[in-house]
């Protein structure tokens, strides 16, 4: 079937690390999309990519940073500049720039210990 | 003044009750519509996308004004399983590559 998959599920990172989550999509979507959910927020958006190879800021990217190698996948690092990392990401795609909605993988829960 | 706008919820209603969500937006020029359901935890699913002319699902209709710039969501008969949180969102104006805004969202409780 096709859709997005994120991994890990939940992640538990330490002060000062860098930690990397997996997007990865099988629905051939040209354009490709991270956020992060806080609770009793809306989703807020970190990068998105529209074509492999090419990436933009959204309103929240500092402290991550993203790479876009192959259609597929759209891996998000969430650096130690980053000073509140806690949340529930997000990664989604859609077809291109058109009127489509998203589809979005289960998520993943980062929480700093 | 946020792009998006909706009720800030909750609701708590009773099973069999009709319920509507209002949310606003704040750019003219947006192009497209969506209301999305997400479950406690989970990822946001859509529900349905939005039309001028109004669009019906079964127990959903949803409405678009846009010399308002007013989007609702009406849910008929409500059951348990509509429980979750509704989440407005509205895609900016053509060519823009920034795609969907989303609002906080309405938490919605259906009682039994």
């Known amino acids: 079937d096709g859709g997005i998959t994120q991994s890990p599920k939940y992640l538990f990172r330490k002060e000062g690390q860098n930690v990397t989550l997996s997007c990865e999509q099988n629905l051939n979507h040209d354009a490709m999309y991270w956020y992060r959910q806080d609770p009793g927020q809306g989703l807020r958006l970190i990068y998105y990519s529209q074509i492999v190879n090419d990436f933009q800021k959204g309103d929240i990217a500092e402290g991550y940073s993203v790479s876009r190698e192959k259609k597929e996948s759209f891996p998000l690092t969430v650096t130690s500049a980053q000073k509140n990392p806690t949340a529930f990401y997000l990664c989604?795609?859609?077809?291109?720039?058109?009127?489509?909605?998203?589809?979005f993988g289960s998520g993943t829960r980062l929480t700093v210990v | 003044r946020k792009e998006v706008e909706q009720d800030p919820g909750p609701f708590n209603v009773p099973e069999g009750a009709t319920v509507a969500f209002n949310c606003t937006y704040s750019n003219s020029a947006s192009q497209s519509f969506f209301w999305y359901r997400q479950d406690c935890r989970k990822e946001p699913k859509l529900l349905m996308s939005?039309?001028?002319s109004g669009n019906e699902d079964g127990r959903f209709t949803a409405q678009l004004n846009r010399a308002s710039q007013y989007i609702s969501l009406l849910i008929r008969d409500s059951k348990l399983s509509d429980s979750a949180t509704y989440l407005c969102?509205?895609?900016?104006?053509?060519?823009?590559?920034?795609?969907?805004?989303f609002g906080s969202g309405t938490q919605l409780t259906v009682l039994p």
């Open positions: 939005v039309y001028s």
């Open positions: 989604a795609s859609s077809p291109g720039t058109g009127i489509w909605g998203y589809t």
């Open positions: 969102v509205v895609k900016g104006s053509s060519g823009s590559a920034r795609q969907l805004t």
